[in-house]
């Protein structure tokens, strides 16, 4: 029931990344034949991914293997042109840096994928769907209910509230007490970082473009995404793989806001499972769909948690420190998924959280850069 005809060439952009690199496994393993378009950025995988990116390693000579960008029209031509099924995951994903990083942000994300849609406009070619990596960033602040307003979408805070150490939203009507809810996929669309509106211009793109070329699209909209694999090395995004560093480095862990902030940790094999299902389910075409566990984890928690895995003691500030672009709290509503896909999340975070320690147990830990990601914020006035 549900499923279309049998898509077996995936073209993954940005595949040697956490997610793309997984889910290449993942289709290998279930008879798909999968090329990955990735450039192999520094940021992720270091300045010799040849030898030193586990990622990249973890596909090579398993994956038919093109090391490019997707800013490079004719590489992504040729990587595209007799896939059944794109799946558009290359990206810059820092929220922090996009806010000064602009142009490339643009340049990558809202540049790649003006390529990809040219091509499949203009270029004879085989491709029959597209699936888009969007993120819970293009909500912004997400759901809120007001007792005065009912569902209310909270614009991003102001530094002056922030500094003062008051870190709630609040009803955008009357700047009353709200409480959160899940976010539904069909809450205002209001970025608060320049990475969440080049995801909302991605999707939108693609729906735009795709509608009228007959080509289906479904965006995922990520929560936070976790476990083995994932970047303990890119200070922009991840803070389970910054904490970790600094928790086995004996660091002080200089935790932002009063650390009641909140976020939706999802496990990278659930991502996983809704991603394949938006590929092979027809039920998922032309939809948005959340992506998530449904349950919101503050920062405080994540810090105890990884702490307990780890077996070590943390030494936490609560700093009241804030970055310019960061939210509040969202976590996902999940009903649409669940009804549309059957998606249930299948890994609570105590078992994630162990899985990812395992592996990341394994790995070099540098926390230097994360430092210097903080001191170049501060240095722009990004960072409070
Ligand atoms: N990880 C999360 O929590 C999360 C949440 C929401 C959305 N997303 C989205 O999911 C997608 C995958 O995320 P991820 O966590 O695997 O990120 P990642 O950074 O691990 O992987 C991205 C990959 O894209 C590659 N890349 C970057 N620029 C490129 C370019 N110009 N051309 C080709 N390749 C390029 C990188 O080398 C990397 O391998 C991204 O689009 C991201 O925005 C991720």
């Excluded at 029209?73 to 602009?102: K, L, W």
């Excluded at 795709?210 to 694999?229: H, L, T």
Aim: aromatic share 10%; charged share 20%; glycine share 8%.
């Amino acid at each position: 029931m549900g499923k279309t005809q049998l898509m077996k060439k995936i073209l993954i952009t940005g595949g040697a990344g956490f997610i793309g690199s997984r889910l290449a496994l993942n289709l290998l393993s279930n008879g798909y034949e999968v090329t990955v378009l990735d450039n192999l950025s520094s940021q992720i995988h270091g300045n010799a991914p040849e030898t030193e990116s586990p990622l990249y390693r973890s596909i090579e000579n398993k994956v038919v293997f093109i090391r490019g960008s997707v800013t490079d029209y004719n590489v992504f031509r040729d990587a595209a042109m007799d896939q059944d099924v794109v799946v558009h995951f290359a990206a810059e994903t820092g929220t922090g840096q996009s806010m000064y990083e602009i142009k490339k942000y643009m340049d990558v994300n809202v540049g790649g994928t003006a390529n990809l849609l040219d091509i499949l406009v203009k270029e004879k070619h085989s491709v029959k769907k597209v699936i888009v990596a969007s993120s819970r960033a293009i909500y912004g602040e997400g759901k809120y209910f007001c007792s005065e307003h009912e569902n209310v979408f909270p614009a991003s805070r102001n530094d002056s509230d922030l500094l003062q150490g008051d870190f709630e939203c609040k009803c955008p009507y009357c700047q009353g007490k709200i409480s959160l809810l899940p976010t539904s996929e069909d809450s205002l669309i209001h970025p608060s970082s320049i990475y969440g509106i080049t995801k909302q211009t991605q999707e939108e793109m693609l729906f735009v473009v795709c509608k009228s070329i007959m080509i289906p699209v479904v965006a995922f909209r990520y929560q936070n995404v976790y476990g083995p694999g994932q970047s303990l090395t890119n200070p922009y995004t991840g803070i389970l793989s910054i904490f970790s560093s600094l928790l086995m480095n004996e660091k002080e862990i200089n935790i932002f806001e009063d650390g009641q902030e909140s976020r939706d940790f999802v496990y990278i094999d659930d991502v996983v499972e809704a991603t394949i299902s938006g590929i092979i389910d027809h039920r998922a075409d032309n939809e948005a769909f959340n992506v998530g566990t449904g349950i919101p984890t503050t920062v405080l928690q994540v810090v105890n948690v990884l702490a307990e895995s780890l077996g070590v003691k943390a030494k936490i500030k609560i700093s009241g420190n804030f970055r310019n672009g960061d939210i509040r709290h969202n976590y996902a509503d999940l009903k649409k998924i669940g009804s549309k896909l059957n998606y249930l999340p299948g890994i609570p975070f105590q078992t994630g959280i162990r899985e990812f320690v395992k592996w990341a147990g394994t790995q070099k830990f540098d926390c230097s850069n994360y430092t210097d990601s903080l001191i170049e914020m501060k240095k722009l006035g990004l960072f409070k």
